[in-house]
């Protein structure tokens, strides 16, 4: 069986503290037409955080046999040295591309460049803050993991930081910019929709179907 043409896949990604998760849930309204992926963790919910809305939350158990039967699109462990595993379930991704929607998904580094070799067409946003000690003073603000966590965090996002060249584009999340930040990742869909050859999504199906 080969591969479908379907909508559009963007992938906004960058280092812990960059504000990816804001920057999606403003978009969400502005984007009704967009389904925005949840993604399964097997990380504990943050104080506030709520299953089937900010995150499938699971056990590594159940992750690692969702991902032996190919039910991940990609999958990471964040950060890589021991981290919590991280995937996107494909189900949703495949759901949505036959109903010809696009798709919007936050990721880490790790599963953007996945995405970005298994599906050529994605198109791929890195998100930064402006500076390192704005990406310091984020993390530091969520106080949500023991010290030594944090700085192996912080480690892994500079390393995140320097694989920006990879992506299409980027856009800097200064503070008290948010609007504007949104503003910049929403034009550049608009652009990508626009193109006279837009880069739609071409799946083949997992292996063995």
């Known amino acids: 069986m080969s591969g ?3 909508g559009l896949v963007f992938v906004m990604s960058g280092p812990s503290g960059a504000g990816k998760t804001v920057v999606a849930k403003r978009l969400i309204p ?3 037409n967009v389904h925005f992926c949840t993604t399964t963790t097997t990380r504990p919910p943050r104080p506030g955080e709520r299953d089937g809305v900010d995150y499938f939350f699971v056990s590594e158990q159940d992750f690692l046999r969702r991902k032996e039967q190919g039910g991940f699109l990609e999958t990471a462990r964040v950060p890589p040295d021991g981290g919590w595993l991280m995937g ?15 798709v919007f998904a936050v990721l880490d580094v790790q599963g953007a460049r996945s995405i970005r070799a ?3 067409q994605a198109i791929l946003i890195f998100l930064k803050p402006p ?4 990406l310091r003073r984020r993390l530091v603000g969520r106080a949500t993991e023991p010290a030594a966590d ?7 996002a500079l390393v995140e930081l320097s694989r920006e060249a990879e992506f299409d584009y980027s856009v800097v999340n200064a503070d008290d910019r948010l609007e504007d930040t949104v503003e910049q990742v929403q034009a550049i869909m608009r652009r990508e929709r ?3 050859d837009p880069r739609f999504a071409v799946l083949d199906p ?3 179907w």
């Open 131 to 134: 500076d390192v000690e704005t």
């Open 150 to 156: 944090l700085e192996r965090r912080l480690a892994n």
């Open 206 to 208: 997992p292996r063995g």
């Open 88 to 102: 996107v379930a494909r189900d949703q991704v495949d759901a949505a591309l036959a109903r010809g929607r696009d």
């Open 30 to 32: 502005l984007e009704p």
């Open 194 to 196: 626009g193109r006279p």
């Open 118 to 120: 298994l599906l050529p």
């Open 4 to 6: 479908v043409r379907r």
